[in-house]
């Protein structure tokens, strides 16, 4: 008997899914996964953004999801070939729900079901309009009322928020406020940006002037429009600025700069919040429905307080503030910390003619960009994949469709061929003192920043400074305190100062919610980011999804958006759908809602 191709038994597979789900037996469905299998659903099911782990969660997700979600029609993708490898058969499937339509992958093992990604790609009914839907744009005919698009466009700008309400209030305007303000401009729902700075971007060009992107141009792509196929690899920071307000502009957002978020307050019985902002110099009350915090996975900035800070007689900054070197030629800096922020600081000081030194207080992981963008990132995000046939989209979709349980499985064989390349790097980093580490279970990069966001320097050249001595390195030891001119480590060092950058990190992103609506409301979400590993600044227990992201919080109404440009971009579309849903009245029965298990 001839074997079964990859095509055939994906068919057999979702055949037998489908009918069992449309049937509504729930032990046929669930007798399809291996015992040890995993569900993700990103909205379509769970109207959440959930992880079921084993039979168990998945038959409990069932019961509870199943009559109304109302699946059917699975199907396997004809455009897209299933392939089989090392025992697993992988393929790609469309599908609906009574409200929806869906899209999805699935991995077998032995004939079972080992891994299941379902996604909401439109719902029924309330298309973008793009491709055959796309507007018409000219208006032919005769109409002596007629209005130009231009005229439109000033009149929606000049309401909304005034004489009309927006649905949502997006408070940030940074790629994440951005991106998703593009989704539900698509989805016609009426939104408005709040920025603090004067123009979309600014709050890259206002970094250090050294800053450009570590991830490249494959992964950092926002919705609907890709990059250029000249753009470079790694973008310089006022690129990524200007990038950022043509798209504003383009996309036609309402983006409200220079405008400073003061309060919001939500009213249980009105089921709407009281948003005041400041906007050309007058307070103007904002009642939308929903309210985003897209204020990036980087919460308020973590400056240490250390005694001796009042009597210190030079410049003290946050990374987040630092303007970059040309002020401080000759001048003696210590740059607290050494992640990515603190070695771009660092070599960028060195490099305008200051004596920099480095205070390492733990480890840190390090990973060569040359070797993390072939071997980490090369399959889905690069001018190969591309070459190969991968597209964004099928990009975005197979990295979500490893659930975070075992994601670390297929990264330690990753971090382990990269670290037998760059051995003598690694070697001479750790000759000259520097403190290195490959995550908790040598999953390296990506779980690092899964897990707590930090922790990880992804080197573009300071490395070659710290190595041949050029950035000075102290490491093993925390700041004791400052003088009027020194800083002071525990061991006893005395490091002179012009300077000190505290390239400390963020808290929790809830921390904004405590600032804008209450502590009582940022105590009731609880922490934001992080998997609940039980690993370094992320405990557990497991959460098996990014903590509050994209999803309902337990304060009804109010959601966080964020993360690099790859996230922005991808979780966006689930967000957007979830609040489009809620704006047109669509029954959104949400399972697993978010746990509180850590204040931030």
């Given at each position: 008997?001839?074997?079964?191709?990859?095509?055939?038994?994906?068919?057999?597979?979702?055949?037998?899914?489908?009918?069992?789900?449309?049937?509504?037996?729930?032990?046929?469905?669930?007798?399809?996964?291996?015992?040890?299998?995993?569900?993700?659903?990103?909205?379509?099911?769970?109207?959440?953004?959930?992880?079921?782990?084993?039979?168990?969660?998945?038959?409990?997700?069932?019961?509870?999801?199943?009559?109304?979600?109302?699946?059917?029609?699975?199907?396997?993708?004809?455009?897209?070939?299933?392939?089989?490898?090392?025992?697993?058969?992988?393929?790609?499937?469309?599908?609906?729900?009574?409200?929806?339509?869906?899209?999805?992958?699935?991995?077998?093992?032995?004939?079972?079901?080992?891994?299941?990604?379902?996604?909401?790609?439109?719902?029924?009914?309330?298309?973008?309009?793009?491709?055959?839907?796309?507007?018409?744009?000219?208006?032919?005919?005769?109409?002596?009322?007629?209005?130009?698009?231009?005229?439109?466009?000033?009149?929606?700008?000049?309401?909304?928020?005034?004489?009309?309400?927006?649905?949502?209030?997006?408070?940030?305007?940074?790629?994440?406020?951005?991106a998703l303000g593009a989704r539900l401009r698509q989805l016609n729902v009426p939104a408005i940006i709040i920025e603090k700075n004067e123009r979309p971007g600014d709050s890259w060009r206002r970094r250090y002037?050294?800053?450009?992107?570590?991830?490249?141009?494959?992964?950092?792509?926002?919705?609907?429009?890709?990059?250029?196929?000249?753009?470079?690899?790694?973008?310089?920071?006022?690129?990524?600025?200007?990038?950022?307000?043509?798209?504003?502009?383009?996309?036609?957002?309402?983006?409200?700069?220079?405008?400073?978020?003061?309060?919001?307050?939500?009213?249980?019985?009105?089921?709407?919040?009281?948003?005041?902002?400041?906007?050309?110099?007058?307070?103007?009350?904002?009642?939308?429905?929903?309210?985003?915090?897209?204020?990036?996975?980087?919460?308020?900035?973590?400056?240490?307080?250390?005694?001796?800070?009042?009597?210190?007689?030079?410049?003290?900054?946050?990374?987040?503030?630092?303007?970059?070197?040309?002020?401080?030629?000759?001048?003696?800096?210590?740059?607290?910390?050494?992640?990515?922020?603190?070695?771009?600081?660092?070599?960028?000081?060195?490099?305008?003619?200051?004596?920099?030194?480095?205070?390492?207080?733990?480890?840190?992981?390090?990973?060569?960009?040359?070797?993390?963008?072939?071997?980490?990132?090369?399959?889905?995000?690069?001018?190969?994949?591309?070459?190969?046939?991968?597209?964004?989209?099928?990009?975005?979709?197979?990295?979500?469709?490893?659930?975070?349980?075992?994601?670390?499985?297929?990264?330690?064989?990753?971090?382990?061929?990269?670290?037998?390349?760059?051995?003598?790097?690694?070697?001479?980093?750790?000759?000259?003192?520097?403190?290195?580490?490959?995550?908790?279970?040598?999953?390296?990069?990506?779980?690092?920043?899964?897990?707590?966001?930090?922790?990880?320097?992804?080197?573009?050249?300071?490395?070659?400074?710290?190595?041949?001595?050029?950035?000075?390195?102290?490491?093993?030891?925390?700041?004791?305190?400052?003088?009027?001119?020194?800083?002071?480590?525990?061991?006893?060092?005395?490091?002179?100062?012009?300077?000190?950058?505290?390239?400390?990190?963020?808290?929790?992103?809830?921390?904004?919610?405590?600032?804008?609506?209450?502590?009582?409301?940022?105590?009731?979400?609880?922490?934001?980011?992080?998997?609940?590993?039980?690993?370094?600044?992320?405990?557990?227990?497991?959460?098996?999804?990014?903590?509050?992201?994209?999803?309902?919080?337990?304060?009804?109404?109010?959601?966080?958006?964020?993360?690099?440009?790859?996230?922005?971009?991808?979780?966006?579309?689930?967000?957007?759908?979830?609040?489009?849903?809620?704006?047109?009245?669509?029954?959104?029965?949400?399972?697993?809602?978010?746990?509180?298990?850590?204040?931030?």
């Amino acid at each position: 008997m001839l074997e079964e191709s990859p095509s055939t038994r994906i068919d057999s597979a979702l055949a037998k899914l489908g009918r069992a789900i449309e049937q509504g037996d729930i032990e046929a469905a669930v007798n399809l996964f291996q015992a040890d299998c995993y569900w993700r659903d990103l909205v379509t099911f769970t109207w959440n953004i959930r992880t079921m782990e084993g039979r168990d969660q998945i038959r409990d997700m069932l019961t509870s999801q199943l009559a109304v979600v109302k699946p059917a029609q699975f199907r396997q993708d004809a455009n897209e070939q299933a392939s089989g490898a090392d025992g697993v058969t992988d393929g790609w499937f469309e599908f609906e729900t009574d409200v929806a339509r869906g899209y999805g992958h699935i991995r077998l093992k032995n004939g079972l079901i080992w891994t299941l990604l379902t996604t909401m790609t439109e719902l029924k009914g309330y298309e973008e309009p793009k491709g055959l839907r796309r507007p018409l744009g000219a208006e032919h005919g005769h109409d002596p009322n007629r209005r130009t698009w231009k005229e439109k466009r000033e009149r929606e700008a000049a309401e909304l928020g005034y004489a009309a309400q927006p649905y949502v209030v997006i408070i940030g305007g940074g790629q994440g406020g951005i991106a998703l303000g593009a989704r539900l401009r698509q989805l016609n729902v009426p939104a408005i940006i709040i920025e603090k700075n004067e123009r979309p971007g600014d709050s890259w060009r206002r970094r250090y002037k050294s800053l450009c992107l570590h991830d490249p141009v494959w992964y950092d792509h926002l919705p609907y429009i890709p990059f250029p196929e000249n753009w470079p690899v790694f973008a310089p920071k006022d690129k990524i600025g200007d990038w950022l307000e043509m798209y504003t502009r383009v996309m036609e957002l309402n983006y409200w700069g220079s405008t400073t978020c003061k309060s919001a307050k939500y009213d249980e019985e009105a089921k709407e919040w009281s948003v005041v902002v400041e906007r050309n110099g007058e307070e103007v009350l904002l009642r939308p429905k929903q309210l985003v915090l897209a204020t990036g996975i980087s919460g308020k900035p973590n400056i240490p307080k250390l005694k001796g800070q009042d009597v210190f007689k030079g410049e003290q900054q946050h990374s987040s503030e630092h303007p970059g070197p040309d002020a401080y030629r000759d001048k003696k800096v210590v740059v607290i910390g050494s992640n990515n922020s603190a070695h771009d600081i660092c070599a960028a000081l060195w490099e305008g003619g200051a004596d920099v030194t480095m205070v390492q207080r733990s480890s840190t992981h390090i990973v060569r960009s040359d070797t993390l963008m072939d071997i980490g990132l090369g399959d889905l995000y690069s001018e190969r994949a591309v070459a190969a046939g991968m597209t964004t989209r099928k990009a975005d979709l197979i990295f979500a469709s490893l659930p975070y349980r075992i994601m670390h499985e297929f990264q330690i064989p990753l971090y382990e061929k990269m670290r037998e390349r760059d051995a003598k790097f690694y070697a001479d980093l750790e000759k000259a003192g520097f403190m290195l580490d490959w995550g908790a279970d040598g999953s390296g990069l990506f779980m690092k920043y899964l897990r707590r966001g930090s922790g990880y320097y992804i080197d573009v050249g300071a490395c070659d400074l710290v190595i041949d001595g050029s950035i000075k390195l102290k490491s093993g030891s925390d700041v004791s305190h400052l003088t009027e001119d020194a800083v002071v480590l525990k061991d006893g060092t005395e490091i002179p100062a012009d300077l000190v950058v505290y390239a400390t990190g963020y808290g929790s992103m809830n921390g904004w919610a405590a600032d804008l609506i209450s502590k009582e409301v940022a105590d009731k979400v609880g922490k934001v980011w992080g998997l609940g590993s039980d690993t370094p600044k992320d405990p557990g227990p497991w959460e098996g999804e990014q903590r509050n992201m994209w999803k309902p919080t337990q304060q009804e109404a109010l959601w966080f958006h964020g993360g690099n440009l790859h996230q922005s971009r991808h979780y966006s579309q689930y967000l957007s759908l979830q609040l489009k849903a809620r704006c047109e009245g669509i029954p959104t029965p949400v399972y697993g809602l978010q746990e509180r298990h850590h204040l931030g």
